[in-house]
């Protein structure tokens, strides 16, 4: 089937969350973007969900069911294969859109067929209820990203809009991944194309008690970025990369050492973090607000004052 030029698929894979999911959806519907679907794929909840999608009455909503668990990433290739718009998001299913999220989004991209994506702000809301903006972009700015999230930068799913990659079966989500499936996804495609980085708002992602992690998830990123290295570059791209991702192991380390208030420690990392790659302040899309904390956190520590503000 040929996608519909200027049509936007945001796909919903949900799992025992019936009353955030309904919060999404009418995040979609109040979207001031006239040309969306929107496909739900229910990867097999046993909370009432599938009974809820079966009684909306909206021809831009269609609704899918899994028939065993398979987690979210079998749940989104349901959805690439399902769409029919030519731009695609996946929106978590606790998470909800600006009403101009796709207005902000979708018009770089469909005006620049060469780019893969584009990428929003995001607004994060904490359990006790505060609200703050994560670090991004100050200026729209174009280009190659890939670095950056080699770097540790990450964009999470409902502040980026995708160009469908649903005739290319190769760009799907890794099903063998439980997390971090989203990062191996975004560096993949960020390797294909420019990307828009936009600094408005688009998303407000929700902390909430029922969110699962990985006890440790930084093993399976470094997992990722390895295949990632490996199967994707050669020569002087993969040469110069190398730095880049003991780079980002280092701020990683720092950070650590930042949050035992081991400040000379992660002082020390910064440091090695900015000899390894020192173009990493530079890359718009990055960790590089945390190298800048921990530089000042060092600076504070030396002259025996604590840091005022706490990382994340």
Not at 131 to 145: A, D, N, T
Not at 273 to 279: F, G, S, T
Request: proline share 6%.
């Amino acid at each position: 089937m040929k996608l519909e030029r200027g049509m936007v698929t945001v796909v919903i894979a949900t799992h025992n969350r019936l009353e955030l999911l309904k919060r999404g959806v009418e995040s979609i519907k109040n979207q001031t973007y006239p040309n969306w679907e929107l496909l739900i794929v229910d990867d097999h909840s046993v909370d009432g969900t599938w009974e809820w999608l079966q009684e909306i009455r909206d021809k831009r909503i269609r609704v899918f069911r899994q028939q065993d668990d398979y987690e979210r990433s079998a749940a989104r290739n349901r959805g690439i294969e399902e769409s029919r718009g030519e731009l695609i998001m996946f929106l978590d299913d606790d998470d909800t859109l600006y009403p101009r999220a796709l207005d902000v989004l979708a018009p770089p991209l469909l005006s620049a067929p060469e780019s893969v994506a584009s990428i929003g702000a995001r607004h994060k809301r904490e359990i006790d209820g505060r609200l703050y903006k994560v670090p991004h972009v100050r200026k729209p700015s174009k280009g190659m990203v890939w670095r950056d999230v080699l770097t540790g930068g990450m964009s999470i799913s409902g502040q980026t809009l995708f160009r469908n990659p649903k005739g290319n079966p190769v760009a799907r989500f890794d099903p063998v991944l439980e997390t971090c499936e989203d990062r191996d996804f975004l560096i993949r495609r960020t390797y294909e194309g420019p990307v828009f980085l936009l600094p408005e708002p688009v998303v407000e992602i929700l902390q909430h008690a029922g969110q699962t992690h990985a006890v440790d998830p930084f093993p399976i990123r470094d997992r990722v970025h390895r295949k990632f290295m490996r199967d994707t570059l050669k020569g002087i791209r993969l040469a110069t990369a190398m730095p880049l991702f003991w780079a980002e192991r280092a701020v990683r380390n720092g950070i650590r050492a930042h949050s035992y208030e081991k400040y000379m420690t992660a002082f020390l990392w910064s440091l090695f973090a900015l000899i390894l790659a020192p173009r990493i302040v530079l890359r718009p899309m990055h960790r590089a607000v945390h190298i800048q904390r921990l530089l000042r956190a060092a600076r504070n520590s030396l002259f025996g004052s604590k840091p005022k503000e706490q990382w994340k």
